[in-house]
């Protein structure tokens, strides 16, 4: 008999027969045989947790997290405490993994597509491996195998794998960083991303990189934010960005500069600093040698006049930049992703040889290589450019199988290089994957795919914390029976096991023994943090640290080099030709929760509320509050965004945060596959971005497409918490009690009062 | 340093706002810590979402200098707690070590509480929790998930607390400073979310709550939250100058 307590209660409160209705119920079934444990792990007891150390690879830089299992299920994933990047911290997306890995539309079998625009037909292993193979047989050399960027041996066995068939690994990254990289490398003469010493930084100036929400290490960078925030001067950050992200809200001071600006920004700080003498003559000297052409052009009125910030404000920063070091610049995310790219995050990091930043505490300090020989300790998405070259390759038939894994290029790529067209015509498309994605609506072979929960790996954290250190991935859970233990949720393989197999064995025989293998290596260094007599107890030492770190083995500066000056000004897209609406400049931002798309199919990631709109399950557009009162838009407003690219929907928020003219719209939704949670909602902005790309390196420029907006006609509600609780201010207007330097909240609290007070009279 | 007071625990929780970033990371924490139901679209859109511990965000200024400010916002534990007498069949009382509990099988669903309640932090099942079949796996088995009809709310992770006090008596011990941690300060990057004993002298939040900028919400209420602020420091504000701001 199915009865829930309301109705138990309404009835034991009509009937004295409340006594027997209970003793009839019983206890309910199926509660108790979600915690039946079918298969024991030898390590399980029941009603005791385990906690098991592991890194994060896909979803995350290189985070180490402990997974709290029990009774064989993963129930919490947090920090994991003793690891030197995270340092026991999380973001929000760590838990939503976990809805991945037991994810309702889970990918059960291999499913195969008889014909190009055929259904998916469930198969066994056995034939899925038959047809991998007559795939490989048939690539003769015409293969590519495509992943996420993949730091650790896993990427090491995907190139391996594609020099065996003579095929490429080519990595894919939507957000690509390959700017970055190049920036610093020509910059700084460093191969890693090197490490920002925040926690002991007086100033903190970056531009674009929302480094506190989702840019490069946001666990590593927020432990170290709370620290430069307890320092004894409570530390200054200044951020640059057209629109207000996690690290804008928390700056000091807040620069909002017109899109493709920044580097013009950053040479604008440094005239102040060098017009006033605020640096050493050596670090000035060092500065003019990183950039030909030295700073003419770049006086305050002039840049100004550029990036259409005010003199004043562009003064304050410099002068808060060089007067209170140390102090250390960064840059990345949007900054760098212009046509002007190079130009721009070369004078961004640049401006750390003004301050003597490089190397010193409180500065940027060099990463190390790898500490094992053949493993980068780097790795980044080819260039837009190469994709470029390479999808044509595809749309011309000259490739007959394409291996994809951990990324989705059909949601990924812009509309402009017709991705679609170009999987059509590869005979053989193979995705790997958890959950459908948007690609695998185009694989002839579908093959689910163990989350790093399940399977062995390595990880190499990028920035890593400034010396050597090894992730090391377990499994944490062994296969997880459906409810009515009839069957596993999913019959997935790992990754890099599958290829291990397909390649007879022929450069490992298993990911689990090339991570022993690993760890043999590390232990024979005789260096790390951890020592052991014997190759087993280094092994228990570094699965329960959750790896391995050498805090001697730091990374040697290189040499500077210089600013790249190809194209020093922004080129945007063109809007002539898009019909009726406004222009506005799109930038496009790294969702909070959903990341780049990778964790829409989770309803933690898809409820999360968004930091600065509040919103959920939905595209919103973010544009100045005073523009859209202007333009008579209001929130809600269906937004038809178009470029010469494509169109896509948002809905209107306006907000102050945000510069006029500028359009800001999450990434993350908009999906056609994904799952129940993912499939067909909102917008996919993406997909609309235009060609245009980094003079220097060739990456998209994926913050230089210019829309016009125009009002679609409807207005529907926006899916958001905000106004969902009233605010109940602690003194009228003030709901966060704000105090200056020094100030008492008593006193702050005092002031507020008298200030209500003064316009109520006013108000009389 | 130690737990040990003749009075026993005080549990409570210093809020640098200072220092909160808004990302969220308590809030998606708490939801998978304690069984907290999904907040599908449908929800959201009602208003009937529910989130123990929620950040709030509101608005200073116009462009250029317009300010994001956050505070995270969770049940204050309250000493002198507006939910608590208000609660007809004892659902909801004031324990010895400083919580406010929600016995989930005495609540009849009055709402009595949540309408008592000024920091809106009490949650009611308006529907029957769903969780798709598999989901099901990663439920918490320490807490228990909600039925439809009654309220809920943060319990400041009564379950961790508990467990740790068995485990360190079962060691013959007391409980050390930072022993017990809740999931939001678990997992809060920046150690803007911090949770001890206020009976301890020596614990770290009973050193944070002396600090000059600490305040409680709504004090004018006079509800004695555990839960102390520090207030945000602007750099740009004049000591002694009132702040205006918006609800965003």
């Given at each position: 008999m199915k009865l829930n307590r309301r109705e138990f209660l309404t009835l034991t409160g009509k009937t004295t027969a409340g006594a027997v209705i209970f003793a009839a119920c019983g206890l309910p079934e199926r509660e108790l045989i979600v915690q039946s444990p079918v298969d024991l792990p030898e390590d399980l007891v029941r009603g005791e947790d385990a906690w098991y150390a592991t890194s994060m690879g896909d979803f995350t830089n290189g985070d180490g997290v402990l997974v709290r299992v029990m009774e064989g299920r993963a129930k919490k994933i947090e920090g994991n405490p003793d690891h030197p990047v995270n340092r026991g911290k999380s973001t929000a997306r760590y838990d939503s993994v976990l809805q991945l890995l037991y994810h309702p539309d889970r990918i059960s079998d291999p499913m195969r597509r008889f014909s190009k625009g055929g259904n998916l037909v469930d198969i066994s292993w056995r034939q899925a491996e038959a047809q991998f193979q007559d795939a490989l047989v048939n690539a003769n050399g015409s293969l590519t195998v495509v992943t996420n960027p993949l730091r650790g041996h896993l990427g090491s066995v995907a190139s391996k794998f594609a020099a065996k068939f003579n095929g490429r690994h080519m990595s894919?990254?939507?957000?690509?960083?390959?700017?970055?990289?190049?920036?610093?490398?020509?910059?700084?003469?460093?191969?890693?991303?090197?490490?920002?010493?925040?926690?002991?930084?007086?100033?903190?100036?970056?531009?674009?990189?929302?480094?506190?929400?989702?840019?490069?290490?946001?666990?590593?960078?927020?432990?170290?934010?709370?620290?430069?925030?307890?320092?004894?001067?409570?530390?200054?950050?200044?951020?640059?960005?057209?629109?207000?992200?996690?690290?804008?809200?928390?700056?000091?001071?807040?620069?909002?500069?017109?899109?493709?600006?920044?580097?013009?920004?950053?040479?604008?700080?440094?005239?102040?600093?060098?017009?006033?003498?605020?640096?050493?003559?050596?670090?000035?000297?060092?500065?003019?040698?990183?950039?030909?052409?030295?700073?003419?052009?770049?006086?305050?009125?002039?840049?100004?006049?550029?990036?259409?910030?005010?003199?004043?404000?562009?003064?304050?920063?410099?002068?808060?930049?060089?007067?209170?070091?140390?102090?250390?610049?960064?840059?990345?995310?949007?900054?760098?992703?212009?046509?002007?790219?190079?130009?721009?995050?070369?004078?961004?990091?640049?401006?750390?040889?003004?301050?003597?930043?490089?190397?010193?505490?409180?500065?940027?300090?060099?990463?190390?290589?790898?500490?094992?020989?053949?493993?980068?300790?780097?790795?980044?998405?080819?260039?837009?450019?190469?994709?470029?070259?390479?999808?044509?390759?595809?749309?011309?038939?000259?490739?007959?199988?394409?291996?994809?894994?951990?990324?989705?290029?059909?949601?990924?790529?812009?509309?402009?290089?017709?991705?679609?067209?170009?999987?059509?015509?590869?005979?053989?498309?193979?995705?790997?994957?958890?959950?459908?994605?948007?690609?695998?609506?185009?694989?002839?072979?579908?093959?689910?795919?163990?989350?790093?929960?399940?399977?062995?790996?390595?990880?190499?954290?990028?920035?890593?914390?400034?010396?050597?250190?090894?992730?090391?991935?377990?499994?944490?859970?062994?296969?997880?029976?459906?409810?009515?233990?009839?069957?596993?949720?999913?019959?997935?393989?790992?990754?890099?096991?599958?290829?291990?197999?397909?390649?007879?064995?022929?450069?490992?025989?298993?990911?689990?023994?090339?991570?022993?293998?690993?760890?043999?290596?590390?232990?024979?260094?005789?260096?790390?943090?951890?020592?052991?007599?014997?190759?087993?107890?280094?092994?228990?030492?570094?699965?329960?640290?959750?790896?391995?770190?050498?805090?001697?083995?730091?990374?040697?500066?290189?040499?500077?080099?210089?600013?790249?000056?190809?194209?020093?000004?922004?080129?945007?897209?063109?809007?002539?030709?898009?019909?009726?609406?406004?222009?506005?400049?799109?930038?496009?931002?790294?969702?909070?929760?959903?990341?780049?798309?990778?964790?829409?199919?989770?309803?933690?990631?898809?409820?999360?509320?968004?930091?600065?709109?509040?919103?959920?399950?939905?595209?919103?557009?973010?544009?100045?509050?005073?523009?859209?009162?202007?333009?008579?838009?209001?929130?809600?407003?269906?937004?038809?965004?178009?470029?010469?690219?494509?169109?896509?929907?948002?809905?209107?928020?306006?907000?102050?945060?945000?510069?006029?003219?500028?359009?800001?719209?999450?990434?993350?939704?908009?999906?056609?596959?994904?799952?129940?949670?993912?499939?067909?909602?909102?917008?996919?902005?993406?997909?609309?971005?235009?060609?245009?790309?980094?003079?220097?390196?060739?990456?998209?420029?994926?913050?230089?497409?210019?829309?016009?907006?125009?009002?679609?006609?409807?207005?529907?509600?926006?899916?958001?918490?905000?106004?969902?609780?009233?605010?109940?201010?602690?003194?009228?207007?003030?709901?966060?009690?704000?105090?200056?330097p020094g100030e008492t909240a008593e006193q702050a609290e005092k002031a507020n009062h008298h200030e209500y007070q003064g316009s109520l009279f006013k108000d009389d | 340093m130690t737990t040990a007071s003749l009075k026993g625990p005080n549990w409570g929780m210093v809020v640098d706002v200072d220092k909160c970033i808004g990302c969220m990371a308590c809030v998606i924490a708490c939801q998978a810590e304690n069984n907290v139901p999904l907040n599908t679209q449908d929800r959201v859109e009602r208003g009937r979402a529910i989130s123990w511990i929620r950040v709030e965000r509101y608005w200073e200024g116009d462009f250029p200098d317009s300010k994001a400010r956050f505070i995270p916002i969770m049940c204050q534990h309250c000493a002198n707690a507006p939910c608590e007498p208000v609660c007809p069949v004892f659902a909801t009382y004031h324990n010895s070590e400083g919580l406010n509990i929600q016995v989930y099988n005495r609540c009849v669903g009055t709402r009595y509480c949540a309408n008592g309640c000024p920091y809106i932090v009490r949650f009611f099942n308006y529907w029957e929790p769903v969780w798709p079949e598999s989901l099901r796996n990663h439920l918490n088995p320490d807490v228990t998930v909600r039925s439809r009809g009654i309220m809920e709310k943060c319990t400041f992770c009564v379950h961790r607390i508990r467990r740790e006090s068995r485990k360190a008596r079962s060691e013959g011990r007391v409980l050390l400073d930072g022993e017990v941690q809740t999931a939001c300060s678990t997992a809060c990057p920046t150690s803007a979310l911090n949770f001890g004993n206020f009976n301890d002298p020596n614990s770290k939040v009973s050193k944070m709550k002396d600090d000059q900028r600490h305040y409680t919400l709504l004090d004018q209420f006079a509800t004695e939250p555990n839960v102390i602020y520090l207030a945000k420091v602007d750099t740009d504000r004049k000591v002694g100058a009132g702040e205006a701001a918006s609800h965003g």
């Open positions: 894919f990254d939507p957000i690509e960083q390959g700017v970055l990289h190049g920036a610093v490398k020509s910059v700084l003469g460093q191969d890693q991303l090197p490490t920002f010493d925040i926690a002991n930084a007086s100033t903190v100036l970056s531009f674009g990189a929302d480094w506190l929400g989702t840019w490069g290490s946001p666990a590593q960078f927020g432990v170290k934010y709370g620290e430069f925030r307890s320092q004894g001067n409570r530390g200054y950050l200044i951020h640059a960005d057209p629109r207000m992200s996690l690290t804008a809200a928390a700056a000091d001071l807040w620069l909002a500069p017109k899109p493709g600006t920044e580097g013009d920004l950053a040479l604008g700080i440094a005239s102040v600093i060098v017009k006033e003498g605020l640096a050493s003559v050596a670090n000035i000297a060092a500065f003019n040698a990183a950039l030909p052409g030295g700073l003419s052009g770049y006086s305050v009125a002039e840049v100004a006049g550029k990036t259409e910030i005010p003199a004043a404000r562009i003064e304050k920063a410099a002068r808060h930049f060089a007067g209170n070091t140390p102090a250390v610049a960064f840059g990345g995310g949007s900054a760098g992703a212009h046509t002007n790219g190079s130009f721009n995050l070369g004078a961004i990091y640049s401006l750390n040889l003004l301050v003597g930043a490089v190397g010193a505490r409180g500065g940027v300090t060099a990463n190390p290589g790898s500490a094992f020989e053949d493993i980068s300790a780097s790795a980044t998405g080819a260039s837009f450019e190469s994709w470029e070259a390479e999808l044509a390759q595809w749309r011309a038939g000259n490739v007959e199988t394409v291996i994809i894994r951990g990324v989705d290029i059909v949601y990924g790529m812009p509309n402009s290089v017709a991705v679609r067209e170009a999987l059509d015509n590869v005979p053989n498309v193979i995705t790997f994957g958890a959950v459908l994605d948007d690609t695998m609506a185009f694989a002839d072979l579908v093959l689910p795919e163990l989350t790093f929960l399940e399977t062995w790996g390595t990880d190499i954290p990028e920035p890593g914390p400034g010396y050597q250190v090894v992730g090391i991935q377990q499994p944490v859970v062994g296969p997880t029976v459906t409810q009515d233990e009839t069957g596993l949720i999913s019959n997935a393989r790992g990754f890099g096991d599958m290829l291990l197999a397909m390649a007879g064995g022929s450069f490992g025989s298993s990911m689990e023994r090339i991570v022993m293998d690993a760890v043999s290596e590390l232990h024979d260094t005789g260096r790390g943090s951890v020592s052991a007599s014997s190759s087993a107890l280094f092994m228990n030492g570094v699965l329960q640290r959750g790896g391995w770190w050498d805090t001697g083995e730091k990374g040697a500066q290189g040499t500077a080099g210089r600013i790249s000056t190809t194209t020093k000004s922004a080129g945007y897209s063109d809007t002539n030709a898009l019909g009726t609406g406004e222009d506005f400049h799109l930038v496009p931002f790294v969702s909070n929760s959903l990341f780049d798309g990778r964790l829409a199919a989770t309803p933690w990631a898809q409820q999360t509320p968004d930091p600065i709109s509040s919103a959920s399950w939905s595209t919103w557009a973010e544009i100045n509050s005073q523009q859209a009162k202007e333009l008579g838009i209001r929130q809600g407003d269906v937004l038809l965004i178009r470029s010469t690219s494509g169109e896509i929907e948002a809905l209107a928020y306006p907000h102050p945060g945000i510069r006029p003219g500028v359009i800001g719209v999450p990434i993350g939704q908009g999906h056609a596959e994904g799952g129940r949670w993912a499939e067909g909602r909102g917008s996919n902005v993406l997909s609309i971005l235009v060609d245009k790309k980094d003079s220097e390196t060739g990456a998209l420029a994926w913050a230089a497409t210019r829309v016009r907006v125009q009002r679609a006609g409807r207005r529907v509600k926006v899916p958001k918490y905000e106004g969902e609780v009233e605010a109940r201010a602690a003194e009228p207007g003030v709901p966060i009690l704000v105090v200056g | -």
